[in-house]
């Protein structure tokens, strides 16, 4: 069949683990035609397979990118001119009635009790290292890291077939199914958006009756940067892929992530409906509200973009033939969001096991003294927590050392980070001497990945006999699994994925609890049996959930499954099992009751 890929900065232009998940799967189910539809500067891409071809490129430009354009005020009077210029009073008609509806539905007060935004951390209540697959802590209730995401409760206007509150189409819906079949008619959607019609439409929907405090609060700043935000979010609504040459010749589009990335699905399924299926190993929602907290917007200005995100996240997952959450932590934001629950199906990301085979076989590899951290270094990764951790490890086994491998990254914040934390374990952990003419060493030492100390994965998780993750906030610590086969016992934070991938092969600890994190690794350093338990069992949980061929089998079959629910669209002369047999005889083949005595002579 013809899968329509749908990518933002993915394959074939992205790297690292995001990148190489979406090769994995192109090259791995070579019995279908990939076609790539990707969001994203091409340079740089890697060479595709034989059944891989890039289709279309849309580049990545963010709000303002246009080099031509002046400031902010300069670009919206610009557009406002040229969007004059493109529309005529009835074509200007419309788009004022779809950016009304869209903008009423986000401006709207949601309804129960959902806020907009979600939690800045995923955490724990306080407790001590309790195996992952245990009962939660007897201290609280635990975070589930869920978000508080826009719910679908716009009262919606008569305008363009839009009901009543209690009417399924909500006024976002609505007002952007109409804004693309304007784009897909008539173009000109971009300057339209940043026109000074868009700019007092959102005003209007700002200061409207019912309209959320935040929303209300919005002054002539925050709706032309939110107009300018718009035009950038809704920019596939005009891109040149609708069309029986490209989304229209895709058996099934398959996003690789939702919001932005699957609106072209999403249109594809309203003009000629093709199945969407949406695979999300991250939770972009919640990336979206954390970046807006951090971007120094005023307040009003974060709850539009709150709002803009959570509505457009919602409806994709209520359009979506089926969702595909990499882990448990992923899909509960999706239902959360509206996403029904008998089309959510996790499936885990695979990793190559083949690679950490000779580790995981020797499980008595490495210093039975030292702990291993491996990851990017960054707030989140909780550094610090780690060190202070080590301190109170330090104090009560003295011969304990910890390895701190950091990934390389063209990123000035986190080698800052880094820096601190060099000069934090410099002032915890002065150089050491066995004596008077030695040189002395620090039991912290940090190294960099691929560097002469740390040539490869596999050689640095079989240095230690446990590995540690010490994050605050996560999604799906691909270094836990790789650990696991290493068979590696591990202590880690109760965040995100990290109680699904363990399953109770490893210890967990609440986050920001340095005394009980020291107490988890004391436990495994000073029990080798217990460590090699654990271990053991962790390899084989890997090597049954999170393989690369358990992936390909699940969307194998997700594929199959998909296609044989969608109804058939067009006809393909010439060839061959293009359409199954049963199609082509008449009657119903729909399941109903037989009596006795209908059927064939001989029955």
């Not at 790789?482 to 399953?503: L, N």
Request: hydrophobic share 40%.
């Amino acid at each position: 069949m013809r899968i329509g890929l749908l990518t933002e900065g993915g394959h074939p232009n992205a790297t690292g683990g995001y990148g190489r998940w979406c090769e994995r799967l192109v090259r791995g189910l070579g019995q279908h035609q990939f076609d790539l539809y990707a969001q994203g500067a091409p340079g740089g891409a890697s060479p595709l397979p034989p059944n891989a071809r890039l289709v279309r490129t849309a580049p990545s430009g963010g709000p303002g990118a246009d080099p031509a354009a002046g400031n902010l005020l300069e670009r919206t009077a610009l557009g406002g001119r040229a969007a004059r210029r493109a529309y005529g009073r009835r074509d200007r008609h419309r788009f004022t009635e779809a950016l009304h509806l869209l903008a009423t539905g986000l401006c709207a007060e949601e309804t129960g009790g959902a806020r907009d935004g979600g939690e800045a951390r995923d955490g724990g209540p306080a407790g001590g290292a309790r195996h992952a697959g245990e009962a939660p802590y007897a201290g609280g209730a635990r975070d589930t890291g869920g978000p508080q995401p826009v719910l679908e409760a716009a009262p919606a206007a008569r305008h363009l077939g839009a009901g009543t509150p209690d009417d399924p189409e909500p006024a976002f819906a609505t007002g952007l199914h109409a804004l693309a079949d304007l784009a897909r008619e008539r173009g000109g959607l971009p300057g339209a958006l940043r026109s000074d019609d868009a700019v007092r439409a959102l005003e209007a929907a700002c200061r409207a009756p019912g309209a959320r405090r935040g929303a209300a609060a919005a002054a002539l700043p925050d709706h032309l940067a939110f107009a300018e935000h718009l035009a950038h979010v809704l920019r596939p609504l005009s891109f040149d892929w609708y069309d029986e040459d490209a989304l229209g010749a895709a058996d099934l589009c398959h996003a690789t992530a939702g919001g932005t990335t699957a609106l072209p699905g999403l249109l594809a399924k309203r003009f000629f409906g093709t199945p969407l299926l949406v695979t999300e190993y991250g939770v972009p929602l919640r990336t979206h509200y954390l970046s807006t907290q951090g971007a120094g917007h005023s307040a009003p200005l974060r709850t539009l973009l709150a709002a803009l995100h959570g509505r457009l996240s919602a409806e994709v997952y209520r359009r979506a033939d089926l969702l595909t959450p990499g882990n448990t932590h992923a899909r509960r934001w999706q239902e959360r969001c509206g996403a029904d629950r008998a089309r959510v199906r996790t499936v885990h990301p695979g990793l190559p096991a083949d690679r950490f085979a000779e580790t995981g076989e020797n499980e008595e590899s490495g210093d039975p003294a030292t702990l291993v951290w491996v990851g990017r270094a960054e707030p989140a990764k909780d550094l610090v927590g780690l060190l202070h951790s080590f301190a109170e490890i330090r104090s009560r086994q003295p011969d304990a050392r910890l390895r701190i491998v950091s990934v390389p990254v063209r990123d000035p914040g986190s080698a800052a980070h880094l820096a601190h934390c060099r000069g934090l374990a410099a002032r915890l952990f002065p150089d050491e001497a066995p004596g008077a003419h030695a040189v002395g060493e620090s039991p912290v030492s940090f190294a960099e990945l691929g560097g002469p100390e740390a040539p490869t994965l596999e050689d640095t998780y079989a240095s230690g006999a446990v590995v540690v993750l010490s994050s605050v906030v996560e999604g799906f610590p691909a270094a836990l699994v790789e650990a696991m086969f290493c068979a590696r016992a591990t202590v880690s934070t109760d965040v995100g994925a990290v109680v699904e991938i363990i399953g109770g092969t490893g210890l967990v600890v609440p986050p920001r609890n340095p005394r009980a994190f020291a107490d988890a690794c004391l436990a495994l350093l000073r029990d080798p049996d217990r460590r090699h338990r654990l271990g053991a069992a962790a390899r084989a949980r890997a090597l049954e959930l999170f393989t690369v061929e358990q992936n390909l089998a699940a969307f194998r079959d997700i594929y199959l499954e998909l296609l044989s629910r969608a109804p058939v669209r067009r006809p393909r002369d010439g060839v061959l099992f293009a359409h199954p047999a049963e199609a082509h005889v008449p009657g119903s083949w729909a399941h109903r009751t037989v009596t006795a005595g209908t059927g064939a002579p001989d029955a």
